[in-house]
């Protein structure tokens, strides 16, 4: 039913559960990692409601699970394999990124507002190696280095259908991420040193404008440009 009814609001919205043709091949221009993550640099991060594949795409906005299956889906369409991966926190935040491979080491696309928290060379041999390379960056608003652990891959459907335009889809695949196999990076409350104020402020794109930083950083947060994410 809320599959049917988010067609339905597409169709009202004059949005269409087709792509067109100059709209594919915009897609199958996408054909290298590079331009991918260029894609995604231009997509206003957004909260709230899930928004499908397409809607990412044509709207141009997303957070970082919508923009990792669109990251997928797209390198799908150009023939590169790939699979979403999800980095999870102590503090039950997450953080997904879409993986590949290149000549037997793993790269990453992904979209976020921390900037050390979007793409990575493929240069990683292992999952966990890439996944610590995100360690420095994935830290909460109070300074604290939070992740923990990874999952296992997860790919999207292996046949073009309506979940490309589905926005239920989106939900029941971030149920079906966060529930798969994560691996352990470090114990849960394993003690690390928080981030230093000059980390901190250098790492923000840009801050929504209700994030609560702590005090300890309010200084380090001042010049951040805040940002009134579209929801």
Known sequence: MAGAEANEGMKRRG???????????SLKLLNTPEKIQALLDEIDYHGGRRLS????????????????CLASYIFRLNKIDSFLMDLYSYKYSDHVICVYEKKGYYGSVAHSFYAGLRNKSPVYKTLRELTMSYFEHFFEMNGAFSLRTYSVPVRLPRKEGEWVFSRQFMYDFEVRINSVKHKNLLPKYF???????????????DLPKNAKVSKEYM????????????R
Do not use: H, Q, W
């Not at 594949?53 to 990792?68: H, N, P, Q, S, Y």
């Open 15 to 25: 949005i269409s559960n087709r792509f067109t043709e100059k709209e594919t091949e």
């Open 53 to 68: 594949i397409a809607e990412v795409f044509r709207l141009k906005r997303g957070d970082c699970i919508e923009c990792a």
């Open 191 to 205: 003690r690390v040193p928080k981030v230093n104020k000059i980390s901190f402020k250098m790492e923000f794109i």
């Open 219 to 230: 200084g380090a947060a001042k010049d951040i440009r805040r940002k009134d994410y579209p």
